[in-house]
């Protein structure tokens, strides 16, 4: 974990203010921020002078440990010479990722396929024996190898 101050000015009400977010997650110590993630509320601020809830864009670095593996997002050039660095260009892509490795399943071995068979799919979950990728109301099965 490691704090960022940044500097914010509410869309609505104009309202300036400071708020400190985490650009850098471990998800075997960070426990309370691996949902935040997947639900994308790290990614939202909620104005404290009118309410309104408004996307928030910034760098963020996911490591997790167990794969020697860092998921960075708008981080080029940053992450560790013993674990391996993937950019996401998107913050879509980021969550997925993160998503995707939570899930225990293989990033290096989904990518190449994703980028070839699977374009335009996103990996949306697994069960015991397949993995699941969506596009709009299109859903592909693919069966586990892990
Ligand atoms: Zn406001």
Do not use: W
């Not at 869309?11 to 994308?40: A, G, S």
């Amino acid at each position: 974990m490691q704090e960022k101050l940044f500097q914010l000015v509410c869309p609505t009400c104009k309202q300036e203010f400071y708020i400190k977010r985490d650009t850098i997650i471990n998800h075997e110590i960070d426990e309370n921020l691996v949902p935040l993630v997947t639900n994308r509320s790290l990614f939202v601020h909620t104005c404290e002078n009118c309410k309104t809830t408004f996307p928030l864009d910034y760098p963020v670095l996911y490591y997790f440990p167990k794969q020697r593996m860092y998921i960075g997002y708008q981080l080029k050039g940053e992450g560790s010479i013993t674990s391996t660095y993937i950019e996401a260009s998107t913050m879509d892509m980021f969550v997925e990722y993160v998503h995707i490795l939570q899930d225990g399943i293989d990033l290096e071995a989904i990518l190449p396929l994703k980028d070839g068979v699977l374009k335009g799919y996103t990996y949306d979950g697994k069960d015991d024996h397949q993995l699941f990728f969506r596009k709009e109301e299109q859903l592909i099965c693919l069966k586990r190898r892990d």
